[in-house]
């Protein structure tokens, strides 16, 4: 993989690993560089990783079983379930004392919207005004429930920001469940689907990648950020996994809910999950308020994207190979996706570098995916 090499040695990324697959199976499996750039610790195929926003995806597909067996609706009131969301209130500004002025939202928040990111949620590290209602309130702690408690930017259904709302997707499976969501999605997703490496965790193994900055001098910090250990399991990005691990659920996707003997999801709930939800909005577009941490980021500037029930989805063809229709995400560690039903193929890279948005990252990533379609050399 001529093409992969050169390209990781042009992204300056500390390690990564990619990996390309079909409905069949893996079709390529690489790692480069470091794990740990200070401690020189090599990658390897199986190092875990802070998959961040990656998770959104796997729970979406635990609620939409949950859809399926009749426990979860995906266009009743949320707040039935989630009291903490039963009464949206609609952020329209602050006064000159700094209190923020809410007002009713004029719709409640449901199942639907969650998935979609059009609930009216934030984040902080996206939306100044999310950071300015926190500055105002009280900073909430890091993986704290109240870090995910704030007033909606907009009504329900009214526009596209990319959010908190999966995390309460995970606590709506807690409730109608009664299990952890780490629990149900052991049982649920990881166990038939054999993603023995993937799990919420208190702690950063020792093994495990770690996250990476740039230092001004040309190499790399490590940053001590972990996504994990708060009060709940993080369903917006807390989980662990390897690139073999998440190939395995980018795989049953592209099988249309069924990998090695093992169905999971019905094609009906799979073709939902891959259906554009919010036309006429454009989905995708990330703006920033802590540069740090995310830079802008947009994965088709020239397309009017669209989003479905856990997937950005491309309605045009790609520049690198894959076909409209397509559907990926990415996470904010610098790791990206993408599963193209077309054609059949999948392709998972994984670093930990920040911030998001890394034009290194973003053109080893392109490289995978012109691999994965025998463009180029």
Do not use: C
Not at 50 to 74: F, N, R, Y
Not at 160 to 169: F, G, K, P
């Amino acid at each position: 993989m001529k093409q992969l090499e050169t390209a990781f040695a042009k992204s300056g990324l500390p390690g990564a690993v990619a990996l390309i697959a079909d409905r069949d199976g893996v079709r390529f499996v690489g790692a480069y560089g470091q794990a740990d750039a200070t401690s020189g610790a090599p990658m390897e195929v199986d190092t875990v990783f802070q998959i961040a926003s990656m998770t959104k995806a796997i729970v979406s597909a635990g609620a939409m079983q949950l859809v399926e067996g009749g426990k979860l609706d995906l266009d009743a009131p949320i707040g039935g379930l989630l009291p903490q969301l039963a009464d949206p209130k609609v952020l329209t500004g602050f006064a000159d004392s700094g209190e923020p002025q809410l007002r009713p939202a004029s719709r409640p928040i449901t199942l639907r919207h969650l998935l979609t990111h059009t609930a009216g949620l934030g984040y902080f590290f996206i939306r100044p005004e999310v950071l300015r209602y926190f500055a105002s309130i009280g900073m909430p702690a890091p993986g704290s429930l109240a870090s995910i408690q704030m007033p909606l930017l907009f009504d329900p259904g009214e526009n596209w920001e990319y959010s908190v709302a999966t995390d309460w997707v995970g606590l709506a499976i807690e409730a109608a469940t009664g299990k952890r969501l780490g629990e149900y999605l052991q049982q649920s997703l990881f166990d038939p689907l054999g993603m023995s490496a993937t799990t919420f965790r208190d702690a950063l193994p020792d093994d495990a990648a770690r996250v990476h900055a740039r230092t001004p001098e040309g190499g790399f910090a490590i940053q001590p950020m972990y996504l994990g250990g708060g009060e709940y399991d993080a369903g917006g990005g807390g989980l662990l996994s390897t690139v073999q691990d998440y190939a395995r659920f980018t795989r049953m996707i592209l099988r249309g809910g069924e990998l090695d003997g093992q169905r999971v999801l019905s094609e009906a709930s799979v073709a939902e999950m891959a259906r554009n939800q919010v036309a006429p909005l454009r989905a995708g577009y990330m703006g920033t308020a802590m540069p740090e941490l995310a830079q802008p980021y947009d994965t088709f500037p020239d397309q009017h994207t669209g989003w479905g029930l856990g997937f950005l989805i491309n309605p045009e063809q790609g520049p690198n190979g894959r076909a409209p229709d397509s559907l990926a995400w990415a996470g904010i560690f610098n790791s990206y996706y993408w599963i193209d039903p077309a054609n059949g193929v999948t392709g998972v890279m994984m670093s930990q570098l920040a911030p998001f948005g890394d034009a290194g990252a973003l053109g080893f990533f392109a490289a995978l995916e012109r691999e994965a379609y025998g463009i180029g050399a």
